[in-house]
């Protein structure tokens, strides 16, 4: 029993680690209609900056905040310049763009602050709940959430918030209502680039950071925003915490699989999530006119 | 390639005229590559990619060439060592070796990097009968003269360290039930068929719990709890550092107090038991072949200086906590040792005989490991020690042990 | 509902076009006497461009004809290239037998996984693929299955020597003889491709593409078709996949990460999604391209590299064969 609720304990915190980072995906995905392959590595190169503010002496939450700030310039600056010159061209075009910036920043970092791991620090209290989970993984947790509810709030309650989406879902009309649609695309990209460092410099602390870090986290970001629906912030976080959970239990609990194939397993049933529910658990199915 | 080429043509110009000179002064032989004042080596490393951590070793190799050649060279001659990217891929791998044997023309493949790159070029090596020469990989195959006589490995293999911590097991602790955590690869797999050889009937029930993970695996706490559950007494931890660190510290948050062994491969102060809490790490027990250079009793030794000299004059942007670069550097000097064996013989047929015939200990070595190799053996390096975390410095804990 | 891909078909295609004889005899005899003119290493990584050309193609059959969105081809790679080294290794078969074997089991695979990818579209079926990419190689070292794959340590194929008439009249390299023969069998591939295309068949497959509600309604099996779509595909990767593993004589789990899906995928935009011949351009790129990129900077070649993919989308955002049919309606103009 003790080992069946420490699993679930640690799936929800893995969990949390997947959760954070699919908000950014999510938010991504309302600005440009698309994933981001290099959203990871984009959160892990913020997390590179506070990392060198922190050394050199800066506080925590001041070097916190600035890294959120530089991080949402980043990212207006990214879709300015890069994406804005090739903005018709086609989809797929976009996809190898985003390709070619994670090899940048990955081989960036890489060179910059080379591949010996880096303690980050954590602004929670050291030690663990009764040995079941740490106190770093339970702040994450509530992190998530107030970044939930702050994602949310934004696009229910704020002008700037629908307007975003309005920019995304259809971008001719927004534009004849008066949106500025270019610029809506360069706020998603900060906002986006502004949660992945917060995602970043969370998960830091639980993996240390390096430089291929996100590499396979990214990849559980993705399939946490699928799995609960691509549209829907809060299905994305259910989905982090329910991908941490699965893996877990299938790993601990299916002899044939263990850890061997913990992740293929992970995959499989996400797949077939989808198969059932092509929209993700918690997204809005979307009505085609013809 | 056009220069490239034409660069080959010149060499093979004077190379002529050297033998030419050569054949008065006597005893000049020549394989491909080498002239009157140049060898020319190759080296394949993962410079991108997931395993680009690795290609530190390469950087810190061409950086010992460096020094040799400011200091005059190897028997006068410079030693051209051309690098190439093969980012950890088997099928890139075959192609740049191919590249550098058939275009650059280099007189041997010295630390290519990585288990399944270098058997992607293992037939290819010995049937074109070039040097593949301490490469930079554990496993056990690169030792067998009799099928493959063109290649050599240098550290010692996983297996064998897998054995060494079989028979510490077998004689320090009574009832052992040993839990493994370990990457699935042929690097983590080595390990435990070594340590199952070395317990031999017993392995099956002393192992109690066996987890594996992926490089892609954000965290390995899942798998530690399993391990911990089983109701292990021993951890048996193979794993990279990054994932070491995380499991030490998830050991300990979880209040589970095994006898910690850890592979050599993690057992580093400043880039593992410093991340994971130097309290976390305290009591655990690794084996050593070459010094830590994170470690403070390291710093406190001649040969520790030499290094830190070495690297801040030709490895600048190296980072002095990563025992990688103690590692090339060792490398490098054994490749080093062997070009000088063979003086004027250069021959490839006369490299693999000189590389067959060493006997030498090195400055960063532990003291007591040496690096012997023979017609037979292909193993350069097969003793290390037992040393034990104090929470601030590496303790020897015994001999220095080899696996028979 | 729109799919993922927009991209442009030349019309010609669509319209029943003819090929050039002219052009394709020029381009076969050159490709023919080629390895005769370049060294050993050349001709072998012609053959490794002609082996991605192959992939790419079967690539761009599901994604630029078809509008199903892959990043999973590697996985198909890597089954072709495992079933031929697991029959020559473990069953003594001849490895040209082994080619399209290797094809044929891609195809029941890519059938059979593009059932359930049916229901999935855009962006959920590049995560289907993508998984599908991470899975093999790790079922690939599964300690189930190591027995028959030989785990991480890989599988060795030899291959036997070139027929000795050649040899006598030729002198024909084992590397000449390879690269013959993949050249040969893309000349194949690329005709079949092509008359697929300009098929009812091909023809069906774009109007799924394009319209996939139109389609149907117009009595077009769209499953079939999209099945279909994805089992031929995967044969052409299949193919290029068992080709390479006797050509680099060794296969391992990390010869097929997802890094491979990746490249094809840049090999498929560069050259041009929806174009036949493009697929040779997208070949060349990515076995030129990260060796340039190392060339100007061995630690930051991935940056380099990154660099160049950015630039050549702002150049030719429609991909090679994009460029060259602007430049050509241009050229015309000046006419």
Redesign the interface.
Known sequence: MELFLQQILTGLANGAIYACLALAVVMIYQAID??NFAQGEMAMFSTYICWSMIAVGIPYWVAFLLTIVISFAGGVAIERI?FK??H??????H???F??????F???A??IWDHTIKVFPSPFPDGSFNGLIGLHEIGMFFVTLILLGAIFCFFRFTRIGMAMQAAAANPDSAELVGIRVGWMLALGWGLAAAIGAVAGMMIAPIVFLDPNMMLGIL?YG??AA?VGG?TSPGGAVAGGFLVGIIENLAGTYIP?IGS??K??VA??L??TV??FK?NGLFGKS?V?R? | MNTGRKLTLALAGIAAIGLVAGTAAAEKKYGPGVTDTNIKLGNTNP???PA?AY?TIG?AITAYFKKVNKEGGVNGRMIEFI???D??????T??QT??LV??EDVLLIFQGL????N??I???MNKKKVPQLFVATG?T?WGDPENYPWTMGWQPSYQTEGKLFGAYILENVKDPKIGILFQ???YG?DYVTGLKAKLGDKAATMIVAEESY?V?DPTINSQIIKLKSSGANVFFNVSTPKFAAQAIKKVRELNWDPLFLNNSVSNTVGSVYKPAGLENSKGIISLQYYMDPTSPETQETEAYKKWKAWMTEYNPDGDLLSSFNVFGYLAAQTMVQVLEQAGDNLTRENIMKEAANLNMEMDMLLPGVTIETSPTDFYPIEKMMPVQFDGERLVSIGEVVSAD | ?TT????KVDPRLTSGARINVKWVAVFVILGVLFPFFI???TS??MT?TIIYAIAILGLNLL?GFNGQ?SLGHSAFYAIGAYTAAILVYHLDFPVYVTIPIGGVVCFVAGFLFGL?AL???G??L???T???A??VP??L????LEGLTG????L?I?RPDVPEVLVNTFAMTMDQWWYLISFGIMLLLFWAAWNLINSRSGRAMMAIRDNP??AQSMGINTSLYKSLTFGVSAFYTGIAGAL?AIV???V????F?F??S?LL??G???GG?GSIWGAIFGGLFILMV?NIA?EVS?????????????L???VM???IVGLVDILKVRLKKKL
């Open positions: 698309h994933f890069i010159p090739i018709n061209a086609p989809v797929l075009s996809i190898v763009v390709i070619g910036l994670l090899a940048i990955n081989s960036l890489g060179a990849l993705f399939a699928i691509i044939a061997e194939l992740l293929t995959l499989v996400i797949v989808l198969l092509p979307i085609t013809v | 410079y991108s990619g680009a290609g950087k690098s190439l990217d980012g950890y891929s088997p099928p890139k075959k192609e191919r590249k058939e275009q990585g288990t399944p790159t058997s992607a293992h037939n290819y496993a195959k699935n690869d042929d797999k992926e892609t | 509902m993922d891909v927009e991209t060294d050993g290493y072998f990584q490794l994604t969105f359930p229901r999935l579209n962006l959920y590049a995560l289907a993508f998984a599908l991470v899975a790790q079922i070292k599964s300690s189930h785990g991480v340590q890989g060795d030899f509600i139109a390479a680099i004589e060794f391992a789990p990390d010869s990460t890094q491979l990746i995928f840049i498929l935009v560069v999604t990260p190392e061995t630690g930051l070649s991935y940056a380099v590299f990154g660099v160049i993919l950015i050549v989308i702002y955002p429609s991909g």
